[in-house]
Antibody, heavy 120, light 107 residues
Framework: EVKLVESGGGLVQPGRSLRLSCAAS????????MHWVRQAPGRGLEWVSG????????GYADSVRGRFTVSRDNAKNSLFLQMNSLRPEDTALYFC?????????????WGQGTTVTVSS | AIQMTQSPSSLSASVGDRVTITCRAS??????LGWYQQKPGKAPKLVIY???NLQSGVPSRFSGSGSGTDFTLTISSLQPEDFATYYC?????????FGQGTKVEIK
């Protein structure tokens, strides 16, 4: 079974850091681009960051560029999101997702998300 | 960043209705657009990729069209399980951007 499981969320004070992880199983993790998408309570989806198969290409939303860093460890089938200088507006459910591959350009598998709450 | 303008923001429809949702990009994105369905408390689900390609396992009543800046998601005959929020996403260039969503509600 193809599966993504996020972890690392929690309650953190403004200005502090948090590192999210996404554990992949059931597929060749190293062969697929990966992404982070978030959803603030009661709001729409916001794309956060993406990383290519070999980490050679990375992208960030304007709202997180310079504060968040995406990375991956293909040997450990894991995706990460290092979040620094957190703000209350970063409060959201964070999903990781994989690119479909084999011509499927969308994100075809998603985790269930991990909740980040930024509050004093 | 490319802005994606989705309309309507919500709509009410009955089972069996034909439903159309549109998405407009602020610049040419070729056909690099996907449509996602999200139900409350659930992760999004890919419905259409590359503007008009039906994702495996998605019913054929869903279809997508468009290229350049204007795109459409059509549900030919709305079913009870289709009531959800739909989002477009441009994956042409970083930063990728979602539309604001269209909530499809029961009339």
């Amino acid at each position: 079974e193809v599966k993504l499981v996020e972890s690392g969320g929690g309650l953190v004070q403004p200005g502090r850091s948090l590192r999210l992880s996404c554990a992949a199983s059931g597929f060749n993790f190293a062969a697929y681009g990966m992404h982070w998408v978030r959803q603030a309570p009661g709001r729409g989806l916001e794309w956060v960051s993406g990383i290519s198969r070999t980490s050679g290409s990375k992208g960030y939303a304007d709202s997180v560029r310079g504060r968040f860093t995406v990375s991956r460890d293909n040997a450990k089938n894991s995706l990460f999101l290092q979040m620094n200088s957190l703000r209350p507006e970063d409060t959201a459910l964070y999903f990781c997702a994989k690119i479909g591959g084999e011509g499927v350009t969308g994100m075809d598998v998603w985790g269930q998300g991990t909740t980040v709450t930024v509050s004093s | 960043a490319i802005q994606m303008t989705q309309s309507p923001s919500s709509l009410s429809a009955s089972v069996g209705d034909r439903v159309t949702i549109t998405c407009r990009a602020s610049q040419d994105i070729r056909n690099d657009l996907g449509w996602y369905q999200q139900k409350p408390g659930k992760a999004p689900k890919l419905v259409i990729y590359a503007a008009s390609n039906l994702q495996s396992g998605v019913p054929s009543r869903f279809s997508g069209s468009g290229s350049g800046t204007d795109f459409t998601l059509t549900i030919s005959s709305l079913q009870p399980e289709d009531f959800a929020t739909y989002y477009c996403l441009q994956d042409y260039i970083y930063p990728w951007t979602f539309g604001q969503g269209t909530k499809v509600e029961i009339k």
